[in-house]
């Protein structure tokens, strides 16, 4: 069913509110939900919502307890292109949103700035916020995280990693470029998608405790693990998520180095190299011979990263309008109670 986008802001909104956080932090909180359901993004938009609950209420379910009212975010240590910023166990979506607008405002005199981010709580969210917003300021943004373990490394059958997304974005002349996705072949969002609909998963993207593929969200859930894509490759780029944001920040490392959800990105300039004018021609003539290249047979279009996602946005925005699911709008208004 189709509700007015102001319809699904204030329900989410209501929601954020029930949990104990305050007005600027619900606000916060509520628009990387909302930019994620504009986006198309549902592994992190309204059907998020219980498991974000189960965060802030069960403590210790995601691995590191979020404190709703804690200690203000600080800054551990700052140098000319740098912040490395102590969550003080607040949720990751309120950490997120201040050290990026913080690096936002260094950016402009340094040109470069790398932000490490520790003793965050569940989760950053939607990132490909971030990358939109730092592509529309003529940014690059380069960002991975990490997260308590859902994911198995190639070869093994214990959950040792998160899903470690990795998030990128190049500004163009038109739609940015955004790479946003998991290491792993499906997400933890979409893994509860499947869960609470009772639907199989897609082939070869879980296995239960014995190393076997499974497409029972439950069974994946409780004892199994989700999967690198790419086999070795994509469980190789997990565990550089690993030493990037949870080393290199102070946070978690798998099981053997306790900690919170770490953070590391990297925001710059791109004219420390070249003309924002010269980078984008260059960039837009790219995307273009990517679209007009030979295809395959079937295939209609080429798309680049980001594309689909940002046409998705833009005609929400246009007609005012997203497509929610009934079900899952009763659960939430039921779970709202």
Known sequence: MKLKISEVKDLINSFIKKLGFNDEETEIISNNF????LSGKKSHGLGNLFWYKRAVTVK???????????????ITKETPISLHVDGNHKTGLLVMKKAFDMAVDKVKQSKVVLVGLHNTSPSTGFVG???RQAT????????????NGRDAPFGSVQKLYGTDPITIGIPTNNSPIILDMATSKITVGQLMNYQRDKRPLPPESAIDAKGNFTTDAELAWIEGALIPFGGYKGSGLTFIGEMLAGALTGSRVGYSVPGGWGTFFILFDPTIFRSIEEFKKDIDTAIAELKNSKKREGVKEIFYPGEKSQKIRQENLNNGFIEVDENLLNEIKEEMK
Not at 34 to 37: D, F, R, S, Y
Not at 142 to 147: A, G, R, V
Request: hydrophobic content about 35%.
């Open 34 to 37: 909302l930019e994620a359901e």
């Open 136 to 147: 529309e300021k003529n940014l690059i943004f380069l960002c991975w995280n990490n997260s």
């Open 60 to 74: 210790g379910s995601s691995g590191y307890e979020i404190v709703v009212d804690s200690q203000p975010i600080e």
């Open 129 to 131: 916020n971030y990358a």
